[in-house]
């Protein structure tokens, strides 16, 4: 069970990751030594597994981001898992249930390297792609 100043911390660190134990504690009232403290317990744990790193990936030349669907052909799942991890394309990847097997999001440069990446999936499976028009969650969106 997390204490209310683990909780805050959490907190603090999901809104940016790179924060200074310093920053934290001027946040929720704690030392830097206690945050360091709180984090390393909250790390020991296994409550904070990674901190992760977020890219602009329209910046870095890739303007679409999609996520696709994939309905895998009876005995290829196994042939599939190891190698779809490997597509540098793929930035999450899931195992699912229902209709699907895979639930993948995935960034490209444009249609047709689109195009070009659901070519080597549909040797899997068959591929239903959705565009991503905006992150709700994460996004600054004017609402007009």
């Known amino acids: 069970m997390l204490s209310d100043i683990d909780s805050q911390i959490i907190n603090v660190l999901k809104k940016n990751a790179r924060a200074s134990f310093a920053e934290i504690g001027r946040k929720i009232g704690l030392s830097p ?7 390393q317990k909250l790390e020991e744990l ?33 042939f599939i898992i190891p190698e779809i991890t490997t597509f540098p394309e793929v ?6 249930t229902g209709p699907y097997n895979i639930h993948m999001r995935v960034v490209l440069r444009n ?8 070519d080597k999936l549909i040797e899997y499976g068959s591929p239903t792609t959705y565009l991503i028009l905006s992150d709700l969650k994460n996004d600054t969106i004017p609402i007009n």
Not at 47 to 74: C, P, R, S, T, W
Not at 111 to 118: A, K, R, Y
């Open 111 to 118: 249609q047709l390297h689109l195009q070009q990446f659901i």
């Open 91 to 96: 930035q999450e990847v899931y195992r699912i």
């Open 33 to 39: 030594s206690s945050v360091r403290e709180h984090i």
């Open 46 to 78: 296994g409550i904070i597994q990674a901190y992760k790193l977020k890219l602009d990936h329209a910046l870095m030349g890739n303007g679409l981001e999609v996520f696709i669907m994939l309905k895998i052909f009876d005995g290829k799942l196994k």
